[in-house]
């Protein structure tokens, strides 16, 4: 039924200005279309919708995740500049090290947006 069709991201936020500030120039992702309470912005085939709700930074759990193949260190080194804290967990047989997890040659990396929405990219 749906195996064909495109899906995109949606995440809440408190305040679409910050959040704006946040995934267009952190991020560096274009905005296709705003509102006063919502903004879409281009990220790859698909897209991200972001939203002003009193719900935002609920989710405990990943709410974006961008595959970035071998790009993901010097990604994370350009966030890193931009002033991005990664996030950091326990896994076994993982390392940690300038923000990036690593489990034999797959590599991930988790920080959160203003809200607290946790945003993922992996290596895919």
Do not use: C
């Amino acid at each position: 039924m749906l195996k064909d069709k495109t899906s995109s991201a949606i995440v809440a936020v408190r305040d679409l200005a910050t959040a704006r500030r946040f995934y267009g120039d952190t991020l560096g992702l274009t905005h296709t279309s705003a509102s006063d309470h919502v903004v879409q912005y281009d990220t790859g085939g698909t897209t991200l919708v972001v939203y002003v709700s009193d719900q935002a930074g609920t989710n405990r759990a990943n709410s974006v995740v961008w595959d970035v193949g071998d790009d993901i260190e010097r990604i994370a080194a350009e966030l890193a500049t931009k002033g991005v804290t990664f996030e950091r967990y326990g896994m076994p047989d993982t390392t940690f090290a300038d923000g990036v997890h690593r489990t034999g040659n797959f590599r991930m990396v988790w920080f959160k947006d203003p809200d607290g929405n946790i945003l993922h990219l992996n290596s895919g």
